[in-house]
């Protein structure tokens, strides 16, 4: 039988709430453990704490569902559910000290994400969400502000690890900057996401995001009314993934189309 995605996201609630108070004990006196893919990849020992809790309680739980986290690696399931696991998005504030930071976790059914949950700690904010279901904040229904027109819109993006991504990054930023309100680099995908959904921002896009990043936050955004997409009209993938309200979601695809802003240059 087809697993419920309200007791999924239950779940997910539940290890979020869990896992971002163990983070967010461990946030003082945090030092980088490692790097990864470049020297500003970090990764915290709270990162790795962090989601070996999530692993252990998801897995208690639901023993043959498979687990995508971005720390840990993929473990293979024989259930039709996947759990897709950012333990501390943001790990570059986390380690400053700064709020926006969070944990993020998504449920597949047969590879379509049916629930969420993203838990901000240091702003005392759970968003959850199920497919079809609506996306909430602390229990309170969210419904993301209309749309507004593009010059009008405070976009927010983040920048890759590769110092080559960077710079093409930087130069789509460029084009993009006169046709907006204004930018922002808040340095976490899940909060950024999220707050599209409560009106913090109007439209999202970034190149070389990975699913952990966006599947939790992007129920939440979809949930409360908001496009979800990525390059040529596709879903959202690695190359990029844009969000907004429909209609100031087709004017920022548009802009972004030939500025090059799904490649490396
Ligand atoms: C990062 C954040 C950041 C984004 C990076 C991501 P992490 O996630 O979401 O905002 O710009 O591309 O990698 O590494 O802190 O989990």
Redesign the pocket.
Known sequence: SAPDPEALRDLAVTVAAEAGALAAEGQAGITVLDTKSSPT?VVTKMDRATEELIRARLLAQRPHDAVLG?EGGDDAGTSRVRWVV?P?????NYLYGSPD?GVAIAAEVDGVVVAAAVNIPSRGEMFEAVRGGGARRDGELLRAPDAVPLDRALVAT????FPERRVQQARVLLEVIPHIRDIR??????V?LTGLATGRYNAFY?R???A??WSAPGLVATEAGLRLGGPHGGPPSEDLVIAARPGLYEELAELLAPLGADTDG
């Open positions: 990849d971005e950012d501390i998005d943001g790990t570059v930071w983040g920048f890759g690890y680099r808040g340095g976490s995908a899940a950024d970034e070389g995001l990975h952990w990043d």
